[in-house]
């Protein structure tokens, strides 16, 4: 144990001694390290918020949608689905995209028509106010309850209730403010589905949110909203039922994909991270033949002598781990600031790339460490 | 103590055979100051690097200290090395980006002493051959004298009662080899076994007994070397 500590300490100081090649040989491990970390957390963190957003409205949740054009249907059919002992709500809405004003103030935003149980449907939180109700389908009002981005975009604030603003000619009142989701809801305004049909100037419904009666159900629930389109539509070329947890199956499968890729592709450069260290080992080999020579005369064993070159090949590419990991911390954190979100650092990725480099240093370092040691006393006192 | 009986050693350089020992027989007693004297391409630092266990003779027997050299594997080797032989070489030998202290440090460590003990002596060491104010000066910041100095008390540091010199006054000044010479006479008084491996007849005559070498063997006298 005191070898070791004795040779740890050794393998410092010539790191120190020599800190500029050091720094050099480390660059490889320390960009590997800062790829490998950076790309997966990105990756990681992208993914978990793209599958918050999908999972907030809920994984009993399946998407009805009519593709054919010529197909209108209204109201009343897609509250037929609803008769299903399968299908615990339905939510038909349809989107109108328009731009909204208040005074000088414009935004572009998606006007989603939809009934009194929508929000609960789609998992959407009050933030204050209230939602859109029965009486306002039944008047047509022009009341809306909109997300908080386009209450900052629009009013700057989130004091809403009661101001108005006009969309597609009329003034409408907002009832209503979402919760902020960090999602694209926060730049939705819905308003009552009829007015919706109003502004559209027509009846057809092309898109509903259909519920389960729970998780389990949701493939029964499936096949009964396929069933009951293919009867309202008469083609089963002309709709799209969608499961919300088969799309977040798929996303997780790509994503998933992608990072290990991203990974992939980085890890490389950790590899050639290491072959810099085992050159840079085998010129230390060689610039220390007398060195070895000397420690050999007065009693330094092979193993002694393996050890010492194996621990600075070790000590190189884990201190270069290790400033690789604090430099991505750095990195993402700038990224984070740019990109205006929180990336976490992905700790299972930082572990592996660290341990991945503990590998290398051994790896790399054995074979000039190998080559150092099995030098004769003589041979080596000899080189000058 | 040290038994060298018919050793051979040949070296193949192109088509040249160099007989860098032929037929060496030598006994060294305990506490004997022997000088081993030839000029260069005798064969002498051949011979001293078979006595310290450096290299290994084509044939015959070197038995050190009751042991079988030949018959040692490379770590017993470096176990007889670190206990047994201390060396002092004509280059000196130390490393540069160490103290003097932690040059005479270093047999310790792979003695396996613990810090405390090794600082210790290594600082007796130091001490007994006049540098213990010096201990942590680099090789660089020394003179040749002080440097050989630091090399021979890195020797003594590690208890071993045999010290092999190989031209130990070679680099150095008058004065200062005057000065190692007379460390090493000291050395001899105390009771170490000294083998001093020279070209130097005036050196070589300060020893107890001088071997002469010619091409590899081994001669009582410069009478007897001189008639090859």
Redesign the interface.
């Known amino acids: 144990m005191?070898?070791f500590f004795?040779s740890l300490r050794l393998a410092m100081?010539?790191t120190l001694?020599n800190k500029m090649r050091s720094f050099l040989t480390m660059l490889g491990i320390i960009i590997g390290v800062m790829s490998v970390i950076i790309l997966v957390s990105i990756a990681q963190s992208t993914t978990s918020s793209i599958t918050n957003a999908i999972s907030s409205m809920g994984s009993d949740l399946l998407t009805v949608s009519v593709t054919d054009e010529d197909i209108t249907l209204d109201l009343d059919d897609f509250m037929t689905l609803a008769d299903y002992d399968g299908i615990a709500g339905v939510a038909p809405y349809l989107t109108v995209s328009s731009t909204a004003r208040s005074g000088s103030t414009y935004t572009s935003v998606s006007a989603v028509g939809v009934t009194g149980d929508y929000m609960e449907i789609a998992g959407s939180d009050l933030e204050s106010g209230r939602g859109i109700v029965a009486s306002d389908l039944e008047w047509r009002t022009y009341t809306a309850v909109i997300g908080s981005g386009v209450a900052g975009d629009l009013f700057e604030s989130y004091d809403v209730i009661g101001k108005t603003f006009k969309m597609s000619g009329h003034t409408f009142t907002v009832v209503g403010l979402l919760s902020e989701s960090g999602s694209s809801n926060d730049s939705q305004i819905l308003i009552p589905l009829t007015t919706a049909q109003r502004i559209a100037d027509s009846t057809a419904i092309t898109s509903a949110y259909v519920q389960a009666t729970s998780t389990n159900t949701v493939d029964i629930a499936q096949a009964q909203a396929e069933y009951q389109m293919l009867l309202l539509t008469g083609d089963e070329d002309s709709y799209d039922v969608y499961n919300m947890s088969e799309l977040l199956d798929t996303l997780d499968d790509v994503m998933s994909t992608l990072s290990l890729m991203l990974g992939g592709i980085a890890a490389i450069s950790l590899l050639v991270g290491g072959i810099g260290i085992m050159n840079i080992m085998l010129v230390s080999v060689a610039e220390r033949t007398?060195?070895i020579?000397?420690?050999?005369?007065?009693?330094?064993?092979?193993?002694?002598i393996m050890m010492q070159f194996l621990i600075e090949a070790c000590v190189l590419s884990i201190l270069g781990g290790l400033i690789g990991l604090g430099l991505s911390a750095l990195g993402l954190q700038i990224f984070g600031m740019i990109a205006d979100m929180t990336i976490a650092i992905e700790w299972r990725a930082a572990i592996i790339a660290l341990l991945f480099c503990v590998v290398i240093g051994v790896a790399f370092g054995s074979y000039p460490a190998a080559k150092a040691s099995k030098m004769?006393?003589?041979e080596a006192?000899q080189r000058? | 103590m040290l038994i060298l009986e018919h050793l051979y050693k040949t070296y193949y350089v192109g088509d040249e055979t160099v007989h860098a020992l032929d037929d060496a027989s030598l006994h060294v007693k305990p506490a004997e100051f022997v000088a081993i004297c030839g000029p260069s391409g005798s064969g002498k630092t051949t011979l001293m690097n078979v006595m310290g266990c450096l290299d290994q003779p084509d044939s015959g027997r070197y038995i050190l200290d009751g042991v079988d050299v030949a018959e040692c594997s490379d770590n017993e080797l470096s176990m007889i090395r670190s206990e047994k032989i201390g060396f002092v070489f004509q280059q000196f030998n130390l490393l540069d980006s160490m103290s003097a202290l932690e040059n005479v440090e270093l047999p310790l460590i792979y003695q396996k002493l613990s810090q405390k003990e090794r600082i210790e002596r290594a600082k007796a060491a130091l001490d007994q051959v006049g540098l213990s104010n010096r201990m942590l000066h680099r090789p660089s910041q020394l003179s040749g004298g002080q440097q050989q100095r630091v090399a021979i008390a890195r020797a003594l540091a590690s208890n071993s009662r045999v010290i092999l010199a190989d031209e130990p006054t070679g680099n150095l000044d008058s004065k200062s080899g005057n000065d190692v010479m007379r460390m090493i006479q000291r050395l001899s008084s105390e009771g170490y076994t000294i083998v001093l491996i020279t070209h130097n007849e005036e050196i070589a005559r300060q020893a107890q007994r001088t071997v002469y070498v010619r091409d590899g063997r081994l001669f009582r006298s410069l009478e007897e070397a001189e008639q090859l």
């Open positions: 005191t070898m004795n100081r010539s001694a007398r060195e020579g000397i420690r050999k005369a007065i009693g330094a064993r092979r193993s002694h004769t006393p003589i006192l000058n």
